[in-house]
């Protein structure tokens, strides 16, 4: 049986008003046109909905009972296929994958629990740790929020700059490099350790070294920063991270900081997300959630030295980006 669906908003204006005139008005159509409406009404339920009384109508036993269903149904059609949706955060009730590396994830991952579960405490957050190889997981709908040093290459992954980091070094205190201004022929001569979740042993520094003249030696590779910051802190390695992502790290970790004494472009932070979720409104919420957590991390840089100096504190900082690759 072909049922036309136009009848139910007839249906539920009918009701509403209890009249053909009224729900004619109601939906802006003449007496006429709604009356071979409620016609059809008729024939596809077999009951006459409304019926006379005096000099008016009043609904069936069966209108009665299914009035409150069809004004329902109506208003969850019109919701459906609305592009101008209100979002209740309240009554919420959504999971989200979120996949950022350790660095931001542990920056800030808290910030956005904490953040979401106030503003909308049906929905949980899934945070997914960063494979070792890059895969199409937004574009299979298995993560919906990334983040990224780099701009996708994929023309349906979607992008937003949310910040710009600094580079970093970090070692232990009491380390050779904290003695005096550290040069760049003194940081090339220490031992690294390079942060890559595909383990690799060169990153962007050691080009830069390369066109100065030097080279540096790598050590070991790591593949968090987490790991690398307490290596550092249990060796004489030399680790260069990102600096605001992993500024809470390495101030409990008492580990010193020195200014990277080489010349480099910052590091941006990118969140990407699948192009279908351009009009998701939960969607755009936590994408908005999650630039605002993060922006947090963003202060403007304070003036630096060649001393060796303690992790900044909340107060202080720098822009925040992605950890190298």
Known sequence: MQLDLNLLTALD????????????????????????????????TGDQILVRTGRS????????AMRAQVHTLVQQAHQLLSTQQELDLAALDRVF???WHDALTAASG?????????????????????????DTELRRGEVDLESSSATPTLPDVRHRLVGTDRLVVAVRPGHPLTEGPLSIERYAAGEHLTVSRRGSLRDPIDDALITRGLERRVAAAG??????????????LVVTLPDAVTRTARERLGLATLRLPLPLPGVPLYLLWHQR??????HSWLRDVATETIRTLFTPPTAESDRPVRPPGPADGAPASGCPR
């Open 57 to 64: 109508m009043v609904p069936t036993t069966r209108a009665l």
């Open 277 to 282: 979720y351009d009009d998701d409104r939960a």
């Open 223 to 236: 593949p968090t920063a987490a790991f690398a910051l307490q290596l550092a802190l249990d060796t004489d």
């Open 97 to 99: 994958t979120v996949r």
């Open 110 to 134: 808290t910030a956005l629990i904490t953040a979401v579960h106030r503003q909308a405490p049906g929905v949980r957050l899934r945070l997914s740790a960063e494979p070792g190889t890059d």
């Open 13 to 44: 204006a009918l009701l509403e008003e209890g009249s053909v005139a009224g729900a004619a008005a109601r939906l802006h159509v003449t007496a006429p046109a709604m009356s071979r409406s409620l016609g059809r009404i008729r024939k596809a």
